[in-house]
């Protein structure tokens, strides 16, 4: 048996079954086996998905089964005859067992005479008598008339299956050509599956990189959604503040209008509040000038007499102050008596009475505060750029220290002295001149300025005021100075206090608290937020009661005298 060499083992069956039914190739005969050129060493069955899938060709006519062409593949057993014991010789065996072309099985040929047979006509030989000669011819020759009968049905049936073979042959021809035609169809098939098989995976690859590229899309897709979202929540969050922002426009537009408006009433407002401001400029002025020359008429130099109390060490020497009155109805008055003894202390006279007058007399129980009243108008006409002088004068002991500073150490706030009090009120009063539109500023040093508190709100004007402070027993002594230095000059009116710009410049002046405490060789000065109204009195050199002032500034002076006699 041969086989196509490039035909799959699948398909060998097939040509098994082809070649069986082939008859023998008479000798001579080249027989070339079917060749399928196009079948390849690694084709493969046609699979049944192919053949029936939608894609095939519907044209491609399909193999007829073998099986149910050719039902038996095993060649049939030969024909024996039941009563001989080998084959008869000249019996053709069955050449076809195709259904469609069924064997044919001739009828067995009679048996020979003396086999099992031709029992019969032995039978009926026998029956003759074996010298019934002519019978055994007669029944001879019947026999041969029926072989020959046979044998011409015989060869009819021989005939008949050359045609048959032939008419095989043609169809195996026909299957033959039609199985190269379906070989080479089934290679282009195949080719064109292995092709649609490559196209396929390529489309799967596609796929899976559409799909990929799908839930890249997706992704993307919902990011962008995210991202809509997002951005619609944000427009309709900036949509919310613009109408906010509208809004507070509209409403900003109404406010500048009424700002304008305020504006507007504003202007009206100044221009009223500068025609009142000069009103009261001039109002304050007048009042100014009417308080000075009230000042001017209770005098310019007033001189107040305090008697302090008596000392516990002196209550005990003396027995209260008999000698002084203080007419109750006279507040100017103090009347000193004493007894006009004679030498001998025979005459009984009446008491010597001394009379004064000054413009306040306070009994030793008048307060400090009750002192001030009188004075506080004086550092009022400071203000107002007026120079003025407050001293204290007296005798050692006689309450000056007291009257102008305050108890020593310091002691309840009612109890502080005209010192701190006039410092108090200054600067009280400067906050209160700022209040009404009036500067108060420090003025120059070391040139003359104009007096007074002309500065007004706008102007550009620097009052100055200076607060000349002596502490008790400095006046008199005049300030500790070295020994080589200058003697200080007697001042005259208008005359800046001699060595106070070189005092300045040499060193720095002693600060005190706003109750001015005792400072470098007596000398005070006062400061309060940068404003100095220090002392510059450190040479003033004040001797006696020849005080001088130095014109062009407000100045303050305070301090006490003391005299080494006593009254
Ligand atoms: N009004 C008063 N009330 C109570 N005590 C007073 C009063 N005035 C003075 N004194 C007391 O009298 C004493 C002497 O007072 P002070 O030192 O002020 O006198 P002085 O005139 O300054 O003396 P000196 O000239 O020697 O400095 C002090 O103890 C003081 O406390």
Redesign the pocket.
Known sequence: MSLCPQMAPGRQHQCQLLKSVRPETPPGVPRTPPQCPQDSPSMSPVPKSISGAPGSPPDVPRLPSDTAKFPSVSPRPPFTCPQCPQDPPNVPKPLLMSPCCPPRVPNPPPCPPGSATSTAGAKGASKRPPWDLRGQVRDLQEALEQGRERLQVLEREKQEQSQRLQQLQRELGERESQESSLCARVSSLEVEVAQVREKLEQSQNKVKALEAEEQRLKAEEQRLKAEEEQRRQERDEAWGRAQALLQQLENAEEQLQELQALRELEASQRSLLAQREEHIHLLEMERRRLHNDIQELRGNIRVFC?V??L?PEERERQRGMPHLHFPSQDTRSLVLTRPDDSQLGRERRAELRYDFSFDRVFP?AASQEEIFQEIQLLVQSALDGYPVCIFAY??????????MEG?SPAGAPESRGMIPRAVRHLFRGARDLAAKGWQVAPGPRGRRARAGWEGRAGTATAPSVRLLCQL??DLQRGPARPAAGPRPARLRAGDPPPGARQRRAARPQPHLGARGERGAGGHVGFRNSGENLGISGGNLGISGVNLGVWEGFAVILCG?L?VSERL
């Not at 007296?394 to 009257?403: L, N, W």
């Open positions: 305090r302090r109390p000392l030793p007296g005798q050692t002991g006689s309450g000056k220290t007291f009257t108890p008790p027993g006490n003391g």
